[in-house]
């Protein structure tokens, strides 16, 4: 096997402007985080990480105790979401896999939502059933609105023909208000 000198990579990381933002990739059981900086994770994850109820539900309901917040317990923290969503609204797809996109702030997002749609829309979220796909505003994130577009993934992987969105919406609705009552 040949080697790759050290100096070629060196300059192909300056010249394709790898020595910039890099996006990260970072799998858990059943989501997978694309975000731009570890920082920018931890800090949504530790807005989003359950309170003390929360974590003692989790326990009673999914079986497991919550990780720490950091390092690898991050994927948990959503996997437990994502379950949660699915009980709540009684559609459970254990093999179902999706991918949060974790944008910087709005107008990232904003441009995400453009080039997918070729619409304008100020959303501080937004589900893309192609790629399967929750793209979020990391500044904005709540867990409400995440288990909101969870909900959008569910239901749009649940049924072989999709609900009308008037009903999805009002479904994801009651996710939305069920998870941040604090019914986590």
């Not at 709005?106 to 796909?133: D, I, N, V």
Request: charged share 15%; glycine share 8%; hydrophobic share 40%.
């Amino acid at each position: 096997m040949k080697t790759v000198p050290a100096c070629l990579i060196f300059c192909l990381l300056i010249f394709s402007g790898g020595a910039e933002a890099v996006q990260s990739v970072s799998p858990s059981r059943r989501i997978t985080m694309d975000y731009d900086s570890r920082e920018q994770l931890d800090q949504v994850l530790a807005r989003l990480a359950p309170s003390a109820l929360g974590q003692a539900l989790n326990r009673v309901f999914l079986g497991t105790p919550e990780p720490t917040t950091g390092g690898p317990g991050h994927g948990a923290i959503l996997d437990r979401l994502f379950q949660r969503v699915q009980m709540i609204l009684d559609m459970p797809r254990p093999q179902l896999t999706i991918t949060i996109r974790f944008h910087d702030d709005a107008r990232g997002l904003q441009q995400a939502y453009q080039t997918l749609s070729g619409l304008h829309a100020s959303t501080p979220a937004f589900y893309w059933q192609k790629t399967r796909t929750i793209h979020i505003n990391s500044q904005a994130a709540t867990l409400g609105m995440l288990a909101h577009e969870m909900a959008h993934a569910v239901i749009d992987n649940y049924f072989v023909i999709r609900p009308p969105g008037k009903i999805a919406e009002m479904l994801c609705q009651f996710v939305d208000k069920e998870v941040s009552r604090g019914n986590l």
